[in-house]
């Protein structure tokens, strides 16, 4: 078929023997770069309707490899175009290396494809829409670190393969890494934010410190870690705005995380009484409303006097939920329903500023006259 194709293209430039050979060279390639992207439409319409609703992995491969398996057929019908055109050997030349450059830029986009698909179908075995989401967040943390890693390293790789490919370039480069120990110095000194972010990153994924949807407390601002690229991380914060914080922050400064072992979590609400406040009640009461909260997870839920001060006593409430978000309400729900309830049940029992009416003497009592005492 390949002969016949050569046979075929050999005539026609018999045929337009008579223009100019740039011409005949331009037209030449143009329509093999039209043939080369009929055909690649031809076979992927074909491989659709093959596949239809059947494989869904394979017409996900199909749609993420469009684009690349389009140019890579071009480049190859250029390339075995290119010799048969009576272009002349300088333009050749240029044509050639144009096309090598972009055969390297394919390899390398290849590359990450391949990288970035074999993360994807490895991630659809877990779900973050679970209550217990930790062994998801892990790998999904993992597995998203390491691609944005292995990714940006591609990128380099194959930018330096394609420099390498112009000879003024590459002695350039040997010359100046020879010669000139300081200009080493110098960029290496410039590249050390990247490299130990990119470091930072593989730590991260390694030993996961954080990971993907965990609540941590980070500047005094609580939030969940909504994305961690290969040089940051953005945490979501409560009111929907957004933390960017460095990789190197989470390996180099403490930080609390709310969701390292497991998504549950226990929530504490401070309450102040009066001394007169009767606490074994408050604790029944407590009880009852933790029991009758769908935000409970039923395994944690205690009263304690923690404190007492001058004018007042100190209750923590506690109770466990099962994520850092139904914990924060069921905080909210315990602090507003035993406060109403001793509104309503014993008003006595919140603090309070009291005056005592007591006898100054026993002529002001004689009297009727009455002191007002702080207490």
């Not at 992995?57 to 009576?86: C, E, H, K, N, Q």
């Not at 390398?108 to 209550?131: H, P």
């Not at 990119?198 to 005094?220: F, H, K, S, W, Y």
């Not at 006898?359 to 002191?371: F, H, N, R």
């Amino acid at each position: 078929m390949l002969d016949a194709v050569q046979r075929g293209m050999t005539g026609l430039r018999d045929v337009l023997a008579w223009a100019p050979d740039n011409v005949v060279g331009a037209l030449l390639l143009a329509l093999a770069a039209l043939i080369a992207i009929s055909v690649h439409r031809t076979i992927l319409r074909l491989l659709r309707r093959l596949l239809r609703d059947r494989h869904p992995y394979m017409r996900s491969f199909l749609t993420w490899t469009v684009g690349l398996t389009r140019m890579a057929l071009l480049i190859l019908a250029l390339s075995l175009m290119l010799p048969l055109t009576p272009l002349d050997a300088e333009t050749i030349a240029i044509i050639g290396r144009i096309l090598l450059l972009a055969t390297i830029i394919i390899i390398g986009w290849a590359a990450i494809a391949t990288v970035n698909m074999s993360a994807e179908l490895y991630l659809m075995r877990f779900r973050l829409d679970t209550t217990d989401n930790v062994l998801a967040r892990k790998h999904l943390t993992q597995v998203r670190v390491l691609t944005r890693t292995v990714d940006t390293l591609l990128v380099l790789v194959t930018i330096g393969a394609a420099l390498m490919t112009f000879e003024p370039v590459r002695q350039y480069g040997v010359s100046l890494f020879a010669s000139a120990g300081v200009a080493g110095l110098v960029a290496g000194l410039a590249a050390r934010p990247v490299l130990s972010n990119l470091i930072a990153g593989i730590q991260l994924a390694m030993t996961q410190p954080i990971r993907i949807d965990d609540g941590v407390l980070v500047e005094n601002e609580y939030g969940r870690v909504e994305e961690i690229t290969s040089t940051y991380v953005v945490i979501r914060l409560w009111d929907l705005r957004r933390l960017i914080v460095p990789l190197t922050y989470f390996i180099e400064k403490p930080f609390q995380n709310w969701t390292r072992e497991s998504s549950s979590l226990v929530g504490a609400a401070l309450i102040h009484v009066d001394y007169t406040a009767p606490v074994e009640r408050v604790r029944e009461k407590l009880i009852e409303i933790v029991s009758a909260s769908k935000l409970w997870d039923g395994n944690v839920v205690k009263l304690q006097l923690i404190d007492a001060r001058e004018s007042s006593l100190e209750l923590r409430a506690i109770a466990s939920a099962r994520t850092s978000s139904d914990a924060f309400d069921l905080r909210c729900e315990i602090r507003e329903k035993l406060i109403g309830w001793m509104q309503q049940e014993i008003p006595t029992a919140l603090p309070r500023t009291r005056q005592e009416v007591v006898a100054a003497d026993k002529e002001s009592s004689l009297s009727g006259a009455t002191t007002p005492k702080a207490h």
